[in-house]
T-cell receptor, first 112, second 115 residues
């Protein structure tokens, strides 16, 4: 089992719809969770991080964390064609400072 | 401008010829990492550093070396490159370990081809 798994893509949604991206992790010692966006040919850039159970909202983006289920998700509301990218889930543990594990990524296409 | 720089951006080399990819950050970050990214795969951590002279292996360290002699620099060394090290490499840095400090800032990437 991979340490961090993301829902297999690619994911395609129409413009204006909600895109839902999911990530599960295996290490119960994980403490911090990140969503990065990577446009084709570019570097990853942070969208959101979340540390506590529940929801965290930032504009059209909502991250959800459920540590009991070892699950973190990213919802993108009112999806735009500019949201088309690969989304990477990353997990850091508290036990091994500096170690960061990424999922394989989910490629999202938002169709006009 | 706050940034992470990598050089070279593109490199073609031959099997066995030692090479170094440089990484530098100007944000006074404590943590730095190297990742490789292959088609269909996410980022896999090669090595990371928590501070000067403190480094540790990531998930795929075989065939790589690193050093952290200065806080701002974290070079990646391939002493005897092989074709399976053909990949896209990213350097990243983060401020620390507290909430909000773990965000990683990535360099532009180095595309390496080993023939």
């Amino acid at each position: 089992q991979k340490e961090v798994e993301q829902n297999s893509g690619p994911l395609s949604v129409p413009e204006g719809a909600i895109a839902s991206l999911n990530c599960t992790y295996s290490d119960r010692g994980s403490q911090s969770f990140f969503w990065y966006r990577q446009y084709s040919g570019k570097s990853p850039e942070l969208i959101m991080f979340i540390y506590s159970n529940g929801d965290k909202e930032d504009g059209r983006f909502t991250a959800q964390l459920n540590k009991a289920s070892q699950y973190v998700s990213l919802l993108i509301r009112d999806s735009q064609p500019s949201d088309s990218a690969t989304y990477l889930c990353a997990v850091n543990t508290n036990t091994n400072a500096g170690k960061s594990t990424f999922g394989d990524g989910t490629t999202l296409t938002v169709k006009p | 401008e706050a940034q992470v720089t990598q050089n070279p951006r593109y490199l073609i080399t031959v099997t066995g010829k030692k090479l170094t990819v440089t990484c530098s950050q100007n944000m006074n970050h404590e943590y730095m990492s190297w990742y490789r990214q292959d088609p269909g795969l996410g980022l896999r951590q090669i090595y990371y550093s928590m501070n000067v002279e403190v480094t540790d292996k990531g998930d795929v360290p075989e065939g790589y070396k690193v050093s952290r002699k200065e806080k701002r620099n974290f070079p990646l060394i391939l002493e005897s490159p092989s074709p399976n090290q053909t990949s896209l490499y990213f350097c990243a840095s983060s401020l620390g370990r507290g909430p909000g400090e773990e965000t990683q800032y990535f360099g532009p990437g180095t595309r390496l081809l080993v023939l």
